[in-house]
């Protein structure tokens, strides 16, 4: 992670949002994220982000639950302390079935929650950089990454033509770090820009 | 925009082909199986009668629950499941005439409670005379079939009288209104009929001796499944014809998502009658699951599962797959004829015993095959293919998953 500088611009509204990330887009200009109120429709392919895996990741903790519960059940049963239970055979697969499936639902559930919270970098006790005060609240906040060959006049021009208001220019991590909402920093923003 | 459909010569021409395969194989079955194999004769057409005629009342339950549930997405081919449904009166008259040739015909090979004799001395079958009895089973299979006729006609003609009505909002709400009552009615019926005691009086009985409270939603769920396939078939045969113009892929990975999850709860009531019969392990409980288990079905047995559960468990499973026109017509033949082999092994241990190559109850069901793609495709020529005036035509046509 590394500190970048920034060109933020505020919309309103979606109608003008959108034609907005389609002109960032045509233009070249690098796009950090849009802070949205509520989750719109289309943006994401607006805004050319892939598909997410997370599906696959999900499929991948389901099969790990289902592994889990039936090698460990049957390592229990059979290997470690075999048990006659109302003369059931030691492998009586229809009573693993439930616990079976509900290992299956926990791994996938828990793991993909997990990886949502690590792909969205949310976790308790790590604070990201917030661009705006209203950006998830009343207003969609659109944040363009400045690279080498953007400049931050051109960029700010453009974005108030493109109907952004109260744009600004922001020096900040863009990245998570370890932190709390609730009490200040020591001053990451002191080193030097792409360290 | 086509939205007249004109039935093309080569659909007329195969419902007309299968329509003959399955007569010929009715001719050849009255012929093959005389004496103790007429048995074989009685035990495919209910098989298959039935299986037919729940999985097109599957969509006048698709109508109604997706009206109850105020469902926008469905409304763009809304007029697929009404004509699937049109074929519902002919399907009921045949399985009627089949059931009441072997109630009064005393064919007590498929249900040896027709016969007095047995109920006397059976102990069993004299507890469960008030139930299974010759004038209880003719009265709930017309009450039922009179009422799903009923229901299934007054949602299809509102449908189509409701093209000439106006677009003003208070014509939307009694549109709206009256579609409701008349979907929630008939989900009562549908509900205490395929849902409770239809299947139990059909096909359970024919097992008179054995009993499991899960028959009824395990053949609900067999019968839902296929019919969102047979659904999911006929919109993607209009679509491919260049008709249901407002229907894309989001509409198609609704009824793929459909088509996945009652898969899984199909599983999950066939697991639930299973697991509870294999823990407690009562021999009377059991015997169904002897032939079926351990007995020559066995491999239909696994076949089923391997079909019905895995195969749309793994292929439904990715959203490419979902959103695919020639891969959900795949999944939904795939599923129909796993279903149909559901059935198959419902009724065959319990009358003709002995797995056999199923020539006779496989030609049976082509011929039904040929009757629905018939019936439907003429259906589908009476009235528009979009429900012009209905109030979520809109949120139909700017529908996203």
Redesign the interface.
């Known amino acids: 992670m590394a500190v970048k500088n920034f060109v933020v611009g505020l919309f309103d509204d979606e109608a003008v949002l959108f034609p907005a990330v389609k002109k960032v887009r045509t233009a070249g200009y690098k796009l950090h994220d849009v802070y949205t109120p509520f989750p719109v429709?289309?943006l994401d392919h607006a805004m050319g982000l892939r598909e997410t895996s997370l599906?696959t990741a999900g499929?991948i903790y389901g099969i790990t639950g289902t592994t889990t519960a039936l090698s460990f059940m049957s390592w229990v049963f059979n290997v470690d302390w075999p048990l006659n239970i109302?003369?059931k055979p030691h492998f009586p697969l229809?009573?693993f079935?439930?616990i079976t499936f509900e290992l299956t639902v926990l791994f996938a559930a828990v793991g993909m929650v997990m990886t949502f919270c690590y792909l969205c970098q949310l976790m308790p006790g790590v604070k990201k950089h917030i661009f705006h005060p209203r950006q998830t609240d009343d207003k969609f906040v659109m944040v363009i990454e400045l690279t080498e060959k953007a400049n931050a006049e051109e960029v700010k021009r453009f974005l108030n033509e493109a109907g952004a208001h109260d744009v600004n220019e922001q020096r900040a991590e863009a990245g998570w770090w370890y932190g709390r909402f609730d009490k200040a920093d020591e001053d990451i923003y002191a080193r030097p820009a792409n360290a | 925009m086509k939205d007249q459909f004109v039935v093309p010569a080569r659909l007329k021409k195969t419902s007309f082909v299968l329509m003959g395969v399955g007569l010929l194989t009715l001719l050849i079955g009255l012929i093959a199986f005389q004496g103790e194999n007429a048995t074989r004769f009685w035990a495919g057409l209910l098989q298959n009668s039935s299986f037919f005629l729940l999985i097109t009342l599957a969509s006048t339950f698709f109508i109604a629950a997706t009206t109850l549930a105020h469902g926008g997405w469905q409304i763009a081919f809304r007029r697929v499941p009404e004509a699937i449904s049109m074929a519902v009166p002919a399907l009921c008259a045949i399985l009627f005439i089949i059931v009441m040739i072997l109630v009064f015909g005393g064919k007590e090979h498929i249900y040896h409670w027709v016969n007095a004799h047995h109920v006397a001395e059976d102990k069993i079958l004299t507890w469960k005379s008030a139930f299974l009895n010759k004038g209880f089973f003719t009265t709930a299979t017309i009450l039922t079939m009179g009422l799903w006729i009923f229901f299934t006609l007054k949602l299809r003609n509102m449908s189509i009288e409701e093209d000439g009505w106006d677009l003003k909002p208070e014509t939307g709400r009694k549109l709206i209104w009256r579609n409701t009552v008349w979907c929630g009615g008939f989900l009562v019926v549908y509900t205490l009929s395929v849902g409770s005691t239809t299947p139990w009086l059909w096909l359970m009985s024919i097992d008179a001796h054995w009993f499991s409270t899960m028959y009824s939603w395990y053949t609900f769920a067999s019968s839902w499944v296929s019919g969102l396939s047979l659904i999911a078939l006929f919109v993607v045969y209009l679509k491919k014809h260049g008709y249901l113009t407002y229907v894309n892929e989001e509409h198609l990975h609704d009824l793929g998502k459909f088509i996945f999850a009652f898969s899984i709860f199909w599983t999950y009531l066939w697991?639930s009658q299973?697991?509870l019969i294999?823990?407690a392990?009562m021999p009377e409980e059991t015997e169904y699951f002897q032939p079926r288990v351990w007995g020559e079905w066995r491999p239909i047995f696994f076949l089923n599962l391997l079909i019905n559960f895995i195969t749309p468990l793994l292929f439904l499973?990715k959203?490419d797959t979902k959103r695919n026109y020639t891969s959900v017509a795949f999944i939904a033949v795939v599923v129909i004829a796993g279903h149909w082999l559901d059935f198959w092994q419902m009724v065959g241990p319990g009358t003709y015993k002995h797995l056999v190559f199923p020539w006779y109850e496989l030609g049976l069901g082509a011929g039904f095959v040929g009757l629905i793609i018939f019936l439907v495709a003429n259906a589908l020529t009476k009235a528009p293919l979009v429900p012009k005036n209905h109030p979520y035509l809109k949120e139909s046509i700017v529908h996203?998953t």
């Open positions: 429709h289309g599906h499929f109302g003369g229809p009573a079935i439930p | 697991f299973y697991m294999w823990y392990n499973m959203r996203h």
